[in-house]
């Protein structure tokens, strides 16, 4: 039983763990997403007024 309860204990601390960093990947990628369509669609609006 301590054996369990030893090996529960470290599978939520490495989820404590490893959510955050997930959550700041997750974040880091989609900010990084939501930039390059930006970038895109200022490029495409810009390129429509110019011509």
Do not use: Y
């Amino acid at each position: 039983m301590l054996k369990f309860s030893i090996s529960l204990q470290t599978a939520v601390i490495s989820l404590a763990v490893s959510c955050p960093l997930l959550l700041v990947a997750a974040l880091g990628s989609a900010t990084r997403f939501l930039s390059d369509v930006g970038c895109f669609l200022f490029e495409e609006s810009s390129l429509n007024f110019t011509a």
